[in-house]
Nanobody, 123 residues
């Protein structure tokens, strides 16, 4: 079991950067981790995922090349560095933990979720 708490959201201008973080407590190293986001009126969507020891990372097409996911298994933190932000990146960002080895973009594979942090990108 793992408990997740996101932080670092905020308001940023288009083209700017922001890093959101996720503090974990529990057997963090045993979970692959993901970032998802949900904009108003839209379904929650996959953003990025990273394997248990950080050897593999996957991204959605919409953020590939702009976002970078990373993790620190010693400190039990997950990060999402977001660069070249666009207004369409505005959403609540959630971190999530999956017991599946490797990476997965399927929402149903993630068993533990944080409460989310709001990211707003102004044009």
């Amino acid at each position: 079991q793992v408990t997740l708490v996101e932080s670092g959201g905020g308001l940023v201008q288009a083209g700017g950067s922001l890093r959101v973080s996720c503090a974990a407590s529990g057997s963090f190293f045993s979970f692959s981790m993901g970032w998802f986001r949900q904009a108003p009126g839209k379904e929650r969507e996959f953003v990025a995922a990273i394997s248990q020891f950080g050897r593999r990372a996957d991204y959605s097409e919409s953020v590939e090349g702009r976002f970078t996911v990373s993790r620190d298994n010693v400190k039990e933190w997950l990060y999402l560095q977001m660069n070249s932000l666009k207004p369409e990146d505005t959403a609540v960002y959630y971190c999530a933990a999956s017991p599946i080895a490797g990476t997965t973009s399927r929402l149903s594979d993630y068993h533990y979720w944080g409460q989310g942090t709001q990211v707003t990108v102004s044009s």
